[in-house]
C-alpha cells in the first residue's frame, strides 16, 4: 500500500511523462491525420495533455500490424511456457510501476488515486499473472472414439482481438481483457476510452519491456463513434470484445452483422439490486457495504448496488444509518489520500448525474446530497446522494445513472422483494442479506444476475467468472472461462489401421 502524502502525490503528477501518441506495431505514433484531443482532469479542469486522435486509417494500420505479427506466429506459435514467462514479467512491471499507473487513472478520468494504487493497479498485475499461470494447465482433449479413430480437440487463438474499454476502471479493464486475449495467444488492438486512455499508453510500452513482440499488442485513442465504430467494422478483426453502455454494445453487434459475423462478446449496463431483509442481524456491515456499492469510484461501476431494496420493517433505521455513512463519504481532491470519493469523469457525466438527480426530486424523498459541489472552486463533484421510498417504476430506478445515487426501494414480503429486483433491463449482479441459509440460495437461485453477492456486495475475483445475463450482456471475464471468447475449439479426426 502506498504512504505518499497528498503533496507527495501532487509532486509525482508534476513529473509523470504522458505518453499520448498511438502505439502500433511496437512504437509510438502520431495518428496519421496528425489530429489530437485534449485529456482533461475534471477535478482541477485542467488540460493533461494532447492526445492522437485515431481515425479509420489509423484502426487499419494497427489491424495490419496485429495481423502480420499473428500470421508470423511470433505469439500466437510461441511455446506456453515462453508466454506465460513474459506476461508473468508485464505483471512484475506493472507491480514496479504502481504509484505511476495509479496516479494516470487519477488525473485522467478523477478515481481516488488511493483506490488505484490498492486496489487496481495491484488487480491489473494480478489478472496478468493468473492469466499467465494458466497457459500452460490447459489440456486439449481426446474424444472417446472407436477403434481405428483418433479424434483430438484443439483449442487455438481466434487471431486479431478488438478490445473496447470504458472510462471507469481504464487500467484494470484494459488488463481484464488483454490478459486473457494474449495469454491464449492472440494478437490486440485495444481501443481505450476517449477520457481516459493514459494508463493503457503505458501498459502498452510495458508490455513491449517484458518481452511481447512488435504487433501483438496495439492501442488506437480515440472516439467511439469513429474509432470504434472502426473497429468494430473492420473486416480482419476476428473478435470484438467490448465493456461500456448497452446502446453502444449493440452497435457492435450491427458492426458484425454489417462486416464480417466477427464474434461480439458484451459486458454492458447494470442497474444492481441490494436486497436487505429484516433477518439480517449484522446491520452495520449491511449499511457499510450498501454504502460501499453505490459510492465507491463516485458510483461509477458497472455493477453499482444503485438499487437498494429493504424490508419495511427495519427501512427507517437502516436509511437514518445510511445517511450517515453517506455525510462521512463526501468528494474531496483524488490526490488527497483523506478523501472519501474522487471527481466525475466529466462535464457531460456530471451533467447527465444533475438531470436524473433533478427528476428524482420530483418524484421521490432526497435524504441526502442532491447536489454538484466544487473543490477549490473546480470540478466535476456530486455528493452522495440517496432518494428513499422510491417507485420502482420510477426513472432513477430503472436507468442506468453511473454517479452516486441510490434509490431506496421498500418491500414486505420475499416474493415482492424478488418481482422488483428482476423487473430489469439488466442482469449484471445483485446481492443479498440475511441470516436464513435457506432463504439465501432460494433468493439467490431465483434472482436473474451473473453474479449474486450474499452477505457483502459485487463480490469478485480472479477465480470466479463476470459477466451478466439480459441486455447486461453475454460472455464471462475472468477465471478459465474467459478464455472461452478468445479462442476457438478444432477437431482433428485421423482415421488409422488396427
Same mark, same amino acid.
Given at each position: ?19 499520448? #501518441? ?154 481484464? #481483457? ?60 476476428? &473478435? ?39 433477518? &439480517? ?11 460501499? +456499492? ?7 461501476? &458497472? ?28 468528494? +474531496? ?46 470540478? &466535476? ?21 453511473? +454517479? ?63 459477466? +451478466? ?6 460472455? #464471462? ?19 488409422? #489401421?488396427?
Amino acid at each position: 500500500m502506498s504512504e505518499l502524502t497528498f503533496d507527495e502525490w501532487k509532486k509525482l503528477s508534476n513529473k509523470i511523462t504522458f505518453r499520448n #501518441k498511438a502505439f502500433i506495431n511496437g512504437k509510438f505514433v502520431d495518428s496519421i491525420s496528425k489530429k489530437t484531443f485534449d485529456s482533461i482532469n475534471p477535478a482541477t479542469e485542467e488540460i493533461i495533455t494532447s492526445v492522437a486522435e485515431c481515425n479509420e486509417k489509423d484502426i487499419d494500420a494497427a489491424v495490419k500490424a496485429a495481423r502480420t505479427s499473428y500470421e508470423k506466429g511470433y505469439w500466437s506459435k510461441m511455446p506456453p511456457a515462453e508466454r506465460k514467462a513474459i506476461l508473468l514479467k508485464l505483471a512484475e512491471l506493472i507491480r514496479l510501476n504502481l504509484e505511476e499507473l495509479a496516479l494516470l487513472d487519477s488525473l485522467d478520468m478523477g478515481k481516488l488515486v488511493l483506490d488505484a494504487v490498492t486496489i487496481d493497479a495491484p488487480g491489473s498485475a494480478m489478472f496478468f499473472q493468473w492469466h499467465a499461470e494458466a497457459i500452460d494447465k490447459m489440456y486439449d482433449e481426446i474424444a472417446p472414439t472407436g477403434p481405428g479413430d483418433l479424434a483430438m480437440v484443439t483449442r487455438e487463438p481466434l487471431g486479431v482481438i478488438g478490445a473496447v474499454v470504458p472510462w471507469n476502471f481504464p487500467l484494470d479493464m484494459a488488463t481484464w #481483457k488483454a490478459s486473457a486475449a494474449l495469454a491464449a495467444g492472440n494478437s490486440l488492438v485495444l481501443k481505450p476510452a476517449e477520457q481516459s486512455p493514459l494508463s493503457s499508453l503505458r501498459l502498452a510500452e510495458l508490455a513491449i519491456e517484458a518481452g511481447i513482440p512488435e504487433g501483438v499488442f496495439n492501442v488506437v485513442p480515440g472516439f467511439g463513434e469513429v474509432a470504434g465504430k472502426a473497429l468494430g467494422l473492420h473486416p480482419d478483426v476476428d &473478435c470484438i470484445a467490448f465493456t461500456g453502455s448497452t446502446p453502444v454494445g449493440k452497435l457492435f453487434q450491427q458492426y458484425a452483422g454489417q462486416s464480417n459475423m466477427k464474434q461480439v462478446w458484451l459486458e454492458t449496463g447494470g442497474k444492481s439490486p441490494n436486497l436487505i431483509f429484516a433477518d &439480517c442481524n449484522d446491520l452495520e456491515s449491511a449499511v457499510n457495504m450498501s454504502a460501499f +456499492g453505490i459510492f465507491f469510484n463516485q458510483g461509477e461501476v &458497472c455493477s453499482a448496488n444503485s438499487r437498494l431494496l429493504v424490508e419495511k420493517s427495519i427501512q427507517k433505521e437502516f436509511v437514518i444509518r445510511l445517511i450517515e455513512k453517506a455525510k462521512e463519504t463526501q468528494p +474531496g481532491n483524488p490526490l488527497d489520500p483523506q478523501s472519501k470519493m474522487g471527481a466525475i469523469v466529466n462535464e457531460e457525466q456530471t451533467n447527465r448525474i444533475v438531470s436524473y438527480i433533478e427528476e428524482g426530486k420530483e418524484r421521490a424523498d432526497l435524504v441526502t446530497g442532491g447536489n454538484r459541489v466544487f473543490i477549490d472552486s473546480k470540478g &466535476c463533484f456530486i455528493q452522495p446522494t440517496i432518494f428513499n421510498n422510491v417507485n420502482p417504476a420510477d426513472t432513477i430506478a430503472k436507468e442506468e445513472i453511473f +454517479g452516486p445515487v441510490l434509490s431506496v426501494i421498500p418491500f414486505e414480503t420475499e416474493e415482492q422483494a424478488l418481482k422488483i429486483a428482476n423487473e430489469s433491463e439488466y442482469g449484471l449482479a445483485a446481492s443479498v442479506w440475511t441470516d436464513d441459509l435457506s432463504r439465501a440460495l432460494r433468493v439467490s437461485d431465483n434472482l436473474h444476475a451473473g453474479t449474486v453477492s450474499i452477505n457483502t456486495v459485487d463480490a469478485l475475483n480472479t477465480v470466479t467468472p463476470f459477466g +451478466g445475463v439480459k441486455q447486461s450482456g453475454y460472455g #464471462k471475464d475472468l477465471s478459465l472461462h474467459s478464455f472461452n471468447k478468445y479462442t476457438s475449439l478444432k477437431t482433428k479426426w485421423i482415421k488409422y #489401421k488396427t
